[in-house]
């Protein structure tokens, strides 16, 4: 057969083009490799150990400093006065307004005033004392990074709101400073110690997912109300200047403890594309006169894993839609889905009978003093639909996280987004208190970080895939499972 040689030609100066467009690809901190934007990586310096399964000494009084008490940070106060074992010994903030409300929490509670902080440089201050083992920081996202490596590098431990890092510079900053100063550095996500969230990763642990190959997670919120509550309007003009998922971690978060990320499996590359930016440009003329934004109203990220899973990611925080995060574990032999609509599937068998004679018992109001219990049929379960209330209700009960066993009651008394805030500060004192590793770790806070960065780079470059970086710098599979620990 012959071959057109002006067919053969055009091939060529195609292929020659479409080469050249991807050797192109270059930025400050990237190239192409192998066809992927691969980040550059930093080696790890000299006299830096790896953070996995660290834990520091015991602090059986957990002395704490606040920093940021405009929307989230005062009900972190708030929270900690019902934490035993715990001084509030500082309140900075850039307003004395915002000082001043938060000193009724800890005079209410019984406790000393905390001293009290004011300005953009207070932070050091504060962060210099002596008799402070943690500084938990919930400022704008742009401070975040910048007062945990000065904490960190004056000896205290740092607990960060969500995303920790803005950047994968900032990521790596966070990394190298918590492996040279061997200081815990968590992420405070809330998300991963919601009921239904840690029920599932207690399932999934046990195995009645079977393997899980899908995951998915979002942040979809309306912030329409909240634009205004943002100090000097923080989160909006970030939004307006970067593109991609900025606030992955809510849905990123709970998916990636599933899936043992750096306990056994790893990210290693995502592709990424959004829509046009309409309400969030829209929104941005109204309030700062902005005539472009670089934030598309939706943006979809897609992840690959190490062990071959993949994880959808969504991300949408101005159309008009109900609250939504998702949630989602597709295994091989069930389902787990909490958003829009709560519930699971499961292959017939997966579910241990005493589970679904109870919830038939549940269901039909069965007086078992009166029946023979060898009687009572089991629920059935159906592949292809959700699992009967009852059902459901007995396996969220039957498989409550240890942790939810311990303090559900006193956390949904507390409150703070349902209780999982309190749960989130609980663990972290108990860590501490106790010598063991956190629950998340620095890694974790730089691997579901760094997805706002990589995201928008795809997206840029037409989808094109981007390497998820390693920040463990090879010891991903070191530790198998996440475990979350325990005094013996």
Same mark, same amino acid.
């Given at each position: 057969? /012959? !071959?057109?040689?002006?067919?053969?030609?055009? *091939?060529?100066?195609?292929?020659?083009?479409?080469?050249?467009?991807?050797?192109?690809?270059?930025?400050?901190?990237?190239?192409?490799?192998?066809?992927?934007?691969? *980040?550059?990586?930093?080696?790890?310096?000299?006299?830096?150990?790896?953070?996995?399964?660290?834990?520091?000494?015991?602090?059986?009084?957990?002395?704490?400093?606040?920093?940021?008490?405009?929307?989230? &940070? +005062?009900?972190?106060?708030?929270?900690?006065?019902?934490?035993?074992?715990?001084?509030?010994?500082?309140?900075?903030?850039?307003?004395?307004?915002?000082?001043? /409300?938060?000193? +009724?929490?800890?005079?209410?509670?019984?406790?000393?005033?905390?001293?009290?902080?004011? &300005?953009?440089?207070?932070?050091?201050?504060?962060?210099?004392?002596?008799?402070?083992?943690?500084?938990? !920081?919930?400022?704008?996202?742009?401070?975040?990074?910048?007062?945990?490596?000065?904490?960190?590098?004056?000896?205290?431990?740092?607990? !960060?709101?969500? %995303?920790?890092?803005?950047?994968?510079?900032?990521?790596?900053?966070?990394?190298?400073?918590?492996?040279?100063?061997?200081?815990?550095?968590?992420?405070?996500?809330?998300?991963?110690?919601?009921?239904?969230?840690?029920?599932?990763?207690?399932?999934?642990?046990?195995?009645?997912?079977?393997?899980?190959?899908?995951?998915?997670?979002?942040?979809?919120?309306?912030?329409?109300?909240?634009?205004?509550?943002?100090?000097?309007?923080?989160?909006?003009?970030?939004?307006?200047? =970067?593109?991609?998922?900025?606030?992955?971690?809510?849905? *990123?978060?709970?998916?990636?403890?599933?899936?043992?990320?750096?306990?056994?499996?790893?990210?290693?590359?995502?592709?990424?594309?959004?829509? /046009?930016?309409?309400?969030?440009?829209?929104?941005?003329?109204?309030?700062?006169?902005?005539?472009?934004?670089?934030?598309?109203?939706?943006?979809?990220?897609?992840?690959?894993?190490?062990?071959?899973?993949?994880?959808?990611?969504?991300?949408?925080?101005?159309? +008009?839609?109900?609250?939504?995060?998702?949630?989602?574990?597709?295994?091989?032999?069930?389902?787990?889905?909490?958003? %829009?609509?709560?519930? *699971?599937?499961?292959?017939?068998?997966?579910?241990?009978?005493?589970?679904?004679?109870?919830?038939?018992?549940?269901?039909?109001?069965?007086?078992?003093?009166?029946?023979?219990?060898?009687?009572?049929?089991?629920?059935?379960?159906? +592949?292809?639909?959700?699992?009967?209330?009852?059902?459901?209700?007995?396996?969220?009960?039957?498989?409550?996280?240890?942790?939810?066993?311990?303090?559900?009651?006193?956390?949904?008394?507390?409150?703070? =987004?349902?209780?999982?805030?309190?749960?989130?500060?609980?663990?972290?004192?108990?860590?501490?208190?106790?010598?063991?590793?956190?629950?998340?770790?620095?890694?974790?806070?730089?691997?579901?970080?760094?997805?706002?960065?990589?995201?928008?780079?795809?997206?840029?470059?037409?989808?094109?895939?981007?390497?998820?970086?390693?920040?463990?710098?090879?010891?991903?599979?070191?530790?198998?499972?996440?475990?979350?620990?325990?005094?013996?």
């Amino acid at each position: 057969m /012959k !071959i057109n040689r002006l067919f053969l030609l055009c *091939f060529a100066l195609i292929m020659g083009v479409a080469l050249q467009s991807c050797c192109d690809i270059k930025g400050d901190n990237y190239s192409m490799k192998n066809g992927m934007i691969v *980040f550059d990586e930093p080696a790890r310096a000299a006299g830096q150990e790896s953070m996995l399964q660290f834990a520091a000494d015991p602090i059986p009084v957990v002395r704490v400093g606040f920093v940021g008490l405009g929307m989230r &940070g +005062p009900g972190a106060v708030g929270r900690f006065t019902h934490i035993q074992g715990v001084e509030i010994k500082g309140l900075c903030d850039l307003e004395q307004k915002n000082v001043t /409300k938060c000193q +009724p929490y800890l005079t209410n509670a019984g406790m000393p005033k905390a001293d009290e902080y004011v &300005g953009p440089e207070a932070y050091k201050e504060l962060c210099e004392r002596e008799d402070i083992d943690l500084i938990y !920081i919930a400022t704008d996202w742009l401070h975040h990074v910048p007062i945990a490596v000065y904490a960190m590098e004056h000896g205290k431990h740092v607990a !960060i709101e969500v %995303p920790a890092a803005t950047s994968i510079e900032e990521c790596w900053q966070l990394v190298d400073t918590s492996e040279r100063t061997r200081r815990h550095c968590m992420m405070l996500e809330n998300c991963v110690y919601d009921f239904f969230e840690l029920t599932c990763l207690n399932m999934a642990q046990q195995g009645l997912f079977g393997e899980i190959v899908h995951a998915e997670g979002a942040y979809i919120h309306n912030l329409s109300d909240f634009w205004g509550d943002y100090h000097e309007n923080w989160r909006l003009d970030f939004n307006q200047k =970067h593109r991609g998922d900025v606030y992955a971690t809510h849905g *990123f978060g709970p998916v990636c403890q599933a899936l043992n990320i750096h306990r056994g499996n790893r990210l290693t590359h995502l592709v990424s594309m959004d829509s /046009k930016s309409v309400v969030g440009l829209e929104t941005a003329k109204q309030k700062m006169g902005a005539t472009e934004f670089a934030n598309g109203d939706h943006t979809v990220t897609l992840v690959q894993t190490e062990n071959g899973q993949c994880i959808e990611i969504q991300h949408n925080v101005y159309t +008009p839609r109900p609250y939504n995060r998702l949630y989602q574990l597709t295994g091989s032999k069930g389902f787990a889905n909490k958003y %829009p609509i709560s519930g *699971f599937t499961f292959l017939p068998g997966q579910i241990p009978s005493e589970i679904l004679k109870g919830a038939t018992v549940e269901a039909q109001k069965i007086d078992l003093s009166k029946v023979d219990p060898a009687s009572i049929p089991e629920a059935t379960l159906n +592949p292809h639909s959700f699992v009967s209330a009852e059902v459901q209700n007995a396996i969220l009960q039957a498989y409550k996280h240890p942790i939810h066993r311990e303090i559900e009651e006193t956390a949904k008394k507390v409150g703070g =987004h349902g209780g999982m805030d309190f749960v989130m500060d609980y663990r972290l004192v108990y860590c501490l208190q106790n010598g063991l590793p956190l629950d998340q770790d620095v890694y974790d806070a730089a691997e579901w970080s760094c997805i706002g960065e990589l995201s928008a780079t795809s997206a840029k470059h037409n989808s094109m895939p981007v390497a998820v970086p390693d920040f463990t710098r090879g010891d991903w599979n070191k530790v198998q499972g996440l475990k979350f620990h325990m005094k013996k």
